[in-house]
């Protein structure tokens, strides 16, 4: 017999990661503490990983009673088992007029595997890694959010960034690191991209008059995180001699004057 909602009471959730459950800045476990350094090609040895995973907890607490009573203290209740769901991905609005844009999905299905936050940090839910029942009517399941992957270079995804037509770099090289992400790191900073994460309990365990975390069942909770994605010099010079090599290298002559712009 699945959790009901007139047990709600015997049901609770705790949200943990790094001994806090407010939300805030996720921080990078590899050589770069306070964010991800982007990367190109093969080069990956900036890998974002979270310092901890998040754990969310669901306990029941309704024990059989004496004598038990059918639908309700029978000693039937299990978890209904905990959810996480990613919603609301938000990546900076404008810079030197262009509009700014992210063209992946922004919310998540509950429990995901491999969604990907931005590319290519992804995130997986096991919602089956901890379970146990100590006694009828009670016990605990245990969700583990796992977020993890390669900063991608920001001028292959954030749009218009990859743009090739608006990227092709001046004949001079007066550009650059002045544009794109190499000119948002130079003026603005680290590149922050904003999510909320959604905890809940799993309504397919629901009874039949409604899903237990809606109607008079358990809320949802909300926490917004931040992930900083560390703009690398090296990629900016990188992929501005790749640019200028793919819009210059048919050319048999110097271009006039009035074709430098």
């Known amino acids: 017999m699945p959790a009901r909602i007139g047990n709600k009471a015997g049901h609770a959730l705790d949200i943990t990661m790094n001994d806090t459950s407010t939300g805030g800045p996720m921080t990078n476990s590899g050589a770069r503490s306070t964010g991800g350094l982007e990367n190109i090609g093969t080069a990956t040895t900036h890998t974002f990983t979270m310092v901890e995973?998040?754990?969310?907890?669901?306990?029941?607490?309704?024990?059989?009673?004496?004598?038990?009573?059918?639908g309700s203290t029978d000693g039937a209740e299990?978890?209904?088992?905990?959810?996480?769901?990613v919603?609301?991905?938000?990546?900076?609005?404008?810079?030197?007029?262009?509009?700014?844009?992210?063209?992946?999905?922004?919310?998540?299905?509950?429990?995901?595997?491999?969604?990907m936050i931005f590319p290519d940090?992804?995130?997986?839910?096991?919602?089956?890694?901890?379970?146990?029942?100590?006694?009828?009517?009670?016990g605990e399941q245990i969700a583990i959010a796992t977020i993890d992957g390669p900063v991608k270079e920001m001028d292959d995804w954030v749009i218009p960034w990859n743009d090739p037509v608006a990227g092709i770099p001046k004949f001079d090289g007066s550009d650059f690191a002045t544009t794109k992400s190499a000119g948002y790191?130079?003026?603005?900073?680290?590149?922050?991209?904003?999510?909320?994460?959604?905890?809940?309990?799993?309504?397919k365990f629901?009874?039949?008059?409604?899903?237990?975390?809606?109607?008079?069942?358990?809320?949802?909770?909300?926490?917004?995180?931040?992930?900083?994605?560390?703009?690398?010099?090296?990629?900016?010079?990188?992929?501005?001699?790749?640019?200028?090599?793919?819009?210059?290298?048919?050319?048999?002559?110097?271009?006039?004057?009035?074709?430098?712009?």
């Open 53 to 70: 995973v998040i754990k969310v907890k669901e306990t029941c607490n309704v024990p059989a009673s004496t004598p038990p009573v059918a």
């Open 78 to 85: 299990t978890t209904a088992g905990p959810y996480i769901q």
């Open 87 to 115: 919603k609301n991905i938000q990546i900076p609005s404008s810079y030197k007029g262009d509009s700014l844009s992210f063209s992946h999905p922004n919310e998540s299905d509950k429990n995901p595997t491999n969604f």
């Open 121 to 138: 940090v992804k995130i997986t839910v096991d919602e089956g890694s901890y379970a146990q029942t100590t006694a009828l009517g009670v």
């Open 185 to 203: 790191g130079r003026e603005v900073g680290v590149f922050v991209v904003t999510f909320d994460l959604e905890y809940g309990i799993l309504d």
């Open 206 to 261: 629901g009874p039949p008059s409604g899903p237990f975390n809606q109607s008079g069942g358990i809320p949802p909770q909300t926490k917004s995180w931040s992930i900083t994605i560390i703009n690398n010099a090296d990629n900016d010079r990188d992929v501005y001699i790749q640019k200028y090599e793919e819009a210059y290298k048919s050319l048999t002559k110097v271009p006039e004057l009035s074709e430098r712009t």
